[in-house]
């Protein structure tokens, strides 16, 4: 975000409440690259414009993200071993929230780390990663 809203947008109507007012609150994404993102005057949603297609959004998130997330095209052992240190201090910290479970979703698994710490724990899961490379390494 640029810090503050700039100017007013003329994209489409919101779909959330259909209002045509808002406002430009960002014309770039973390890294700098072009990607406009506006705040509806009528509900406060704040959504990229314009809204990428379902087609868009697969083809990204099955090929570029994790690219652009992490940095990596695949699983980095350095990476992976954060992911195990960390998860294991989440399962510490919320032991009760998870007593009594025996199944888990876990959706945008990324490279599994999450999945077989809580099968370590007994539960059952499964996993949702649309990028092809780390759903193969889960
Ligand atoms: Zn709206």
Redesign the pocket.
Same mark, same amino acid.
């Given at each position: 975000m640029d810090g503050h809203a700039s100017q007013k947008g003329t994209s489409d109507p +919101?779909r959330? +409440?259909g209002?045509t007012d808002h406002v430009v609150v960002s014309r770039t994404d973390c890294h700098g690259n072009a990607l406009e993102t506006v705040l +509806?005057m009528?509900?406060g949603?704040i959504t990229n414009d314009p809204i990428p297609s379902d087609e868009e959004l697969a083809a990204f998130y099955r090929t570029d993200y994790r690219m652009q997330y992490k940095g990596a095209k695949k699983p980095r052992k350095r990476q992976v071993w954060r992911n195990f240190k960390r998860i294991e201090s989440h399962f510490a910290v919320n032991r009760d929230m998870y007593a009594g479970h025996r199944t888990c979703l876990d959706l945008g698994s990324g490279s599994g780390e999450f999945m077989l710490m809580a099968e370590a724990l007994g539960m059952d899961c499964i996993g949702i990663e649309p990028n092809e490379v780390y759903a193969r390494y889960s």
């Amino acid at each position: 975000m640029d810090g503050h809203a700039s100017q007013k947008g003329t994209s489409d109507p +919101c779909r959330l +409440c259909g209002e045509t007012d808002h406002v430009v609150v960002s014309r770039t994404d973390c890294h700098g690259n072009a990607l406009e993102t506006v705040l +509806c005057m009528g509900c406060g949603v704040i959504t990229n414009d314009p809204i990428p297609s379902d087609e868009e959004l697969a083809a990204f998130y099955r090929t570029d993200y994790r690219m652009q997330y992490k940095g990596a095209k695949k699983p980095r052992k350095r990476q992976v071993w954060r992911n195990f240190k960390r998860i294991e201090s989440h399962f510490a910290v919320n032991r009760d929230m998870y007593a009594g479970h025996r199944t888990c979703l876990d959706l945008g698994s990324g490279s599994g780390e999450f999945m077989l710490m809580a099968e370590a724990l007994g539960m059952d899961c499964i996993g949702i990663e649309p990028n092809e490379v780390y759903a193969r390494y889960s």
